[in-house]
């Protein structure tokens, strides 16, 4: 009896043996499956498709991009980087370059907006934006800043934005009521405000000789804005 046991005690030591060492041949297996990514970044596409492939991995082409620092054809970045472990027959993406562009954004600020408008069209290239802004320091329609900057590869069919100046920004007055003001009374109070106004005379209706002459239209209308340098027209009754 005690040698039956003893027996299968022994038994039970060895599939358990068994099994522990073939976990770790298999951990051995999967262990030697993975590689250590390599750098290739600024390498010829043709030496990398050879070196991915000994490695026993994929490489897949993300997008080809200009580039003035990295020679055509050669990689630009990876994905995963250097030194990463990956499983052979995993994918590794690179970005390869198409070599320098030959667009380049040309330098248009402190350039008028139209003639920045012609350099543009000149090469070849899009307005994609124009935004303008109020500015103490740039003169009206004169390009503030740009964007891509200027030296920026850019590719065909492309384009730039630009900022634009509106030039100083005016002080801006709320029209008073004029109507049924007397016209010495609304010219002055015109001036006072520093505007200019322009009066044009309408037969009045009421037929009373030696009338008053009195605001009856006036443009803009009571409330409306009005710029520094606009004109405040009147038409009073003759």
Known sequence: MNRFIKGIGIFF???????????AVIALLLRQEEVRVPDLAGQDIVSVIEVVGQLGLQLKVDRRVPSQAVPRDAVI?????????????????????????ELLAPRVVGEQYRKAEIILRQGGLLFLDIARVWSDAIERDVVIAQDPPAGTPIEKGGGV?????????????????????????AVRLIDRMGLQHSVLSRTSTSGAPGSDRII?????HPGYPLAADGVVELIVSK
Do not use: W
Request: glycine share 12%; hydrophobic share 35%.
């Open 13 to 23: 030591t060895l599939i358990v043996v068994g099994v522990v060492s073939a976990f």
């Open 161 to 185: 934005s630009l900022l634009v100046s509106l030039g100083k920004k005016g002080r801006t007055y709320v029209t008073p009521k004029l109507l049924g003001k007397k016209a010495e009374e």
């Open 77 to 101: 970045s990876q994905t995963p980087p250097p030194g990463t472990g990956l499983k052979k027959g995993r994918a590794l993406r690179v970005v390869v370059s198409q070599g320098p562009s």
């Open 216 to 220: 009856v239209s006036q443009k803009p």
